[in-house]
T-cell receptor, first 119, second 111 residues
Framework: NAGVMQNPRHLVRRRGQEARLRCSPMKGHSHVYWYRQLPEEGLKFMVYLQKENIIDESGMPKERFSAEFPKEGPSILRIQQVVRGDSAAYFC?????????????????FGPGTRLTVT | DAKTTQPPSMDCAEGRAANLPCNHSTISGNEYVYWYRQIHSQGPQYIIHGLKNNETNEMASLIITEDRKSSTLILPHATLRDTAVYYCIVRVGNQGGKLIFGQGTELSVKP
């Protein structure tokens, strides 16, 4: 069973360009999360999606950032008009269906990350 | 979600047990304790979780005190590959949602 896949692993963009980061969850997982790790800082939650729905985007910057998880295909994190401060590692995680009783079923499994460098 | 407190760093000799403490004195009755780790530059890795009973899997053991205000992650025979930042996270169990990572404990396993 393949793990969470992210591509590209490394992405270089010039200021003002767009960055598209892709995440394919583990087979059978319908929940996707995006986290950002700035250099020398901790992991910060950005957004939580289920198929075709954004559940929690409380960690997303108000401008330039968007995320989607379509019915078919990978989840996409899109950053428009990138700036140097966007340089970071972006991690995607997926989890199986949420349990409603009998204990949690939602440990999150992380991908290897995409390292974005803005020049 | 309840706040957790962990020591910023710890050392452990290779082959010895690594005991990583976590305080979560404000934990609620429906909150679970989760442990993740992040080996340098890699994505975080789920280790183990528990509610009130001690838990063990192939990676580690989790000991939760009776009052649930603290817990200890035990790596029984630490190896150099266990060098990582270990995160203790408390959150409501049977719901999806974000993980809130603190600063964690940087464990250095030394030969």
């Amino acid at each position: 069973n393949a793990g969470v896949m992210q591509n590209p692993r490394h992405l270089v963009r010039r200021r003002g360009q767009e960055a598209r980061l892709r995440c394919s969850p583990m087979k059978g997982h319908s929940h996707v999360y995006w986290y950002r790790q700035l250099p020398e800082e901790g992991l910060k939650f950005m957004v939580y999606l289920q198929k075709e729905n954004i559940i929690d985007e409380s960690g997303m910057p108000k401008e330039r950032f968007s995320a989607e998880f379509p019915k078919e295909g990978p989840s996409i994190l899109r950053i428009q008009q990138v700036v140097r401060g966007d340089s970071a590692a972006y991690f995607c995680a997926s989890s199986p269906s949420v349990g409603t009783s009998g204990g949690p079923k939602h440990e999150q499994y992380f991908g290897p990350g995409t390292r974005l460098t803005v020049t | 979600d309840a706040k957790t407190t962990q020591p910023p760093s710890m050392d452990c000799a290779e082959g010895r047990a690594a005991n990583l403490p976590c305080n979560h004195s404000t934990i609620s009755g429906n909150e679970y304790v989760y442990w993740y780790r992040q080996i340098h530059s890699q994505g975080p890795q789920y280790i183990i979780h528990g509610l009130k009973n001690n838990e063990t899997n192939e990676m580690a053991s989790l000991i939760i005190t009776e009052d649930r205000k603290s817990s200890t992650l035990i790596l029984p025979h630490a190896t150099l590959r266990d060098t990582a930042v270990y995160y203790c996270i408390v959150r409501v169990g049977n719901q999806g949602g974000k993980l809130i990572f603190g600063q964690g404990t940087e464990l250095s396993v030394k030969p």
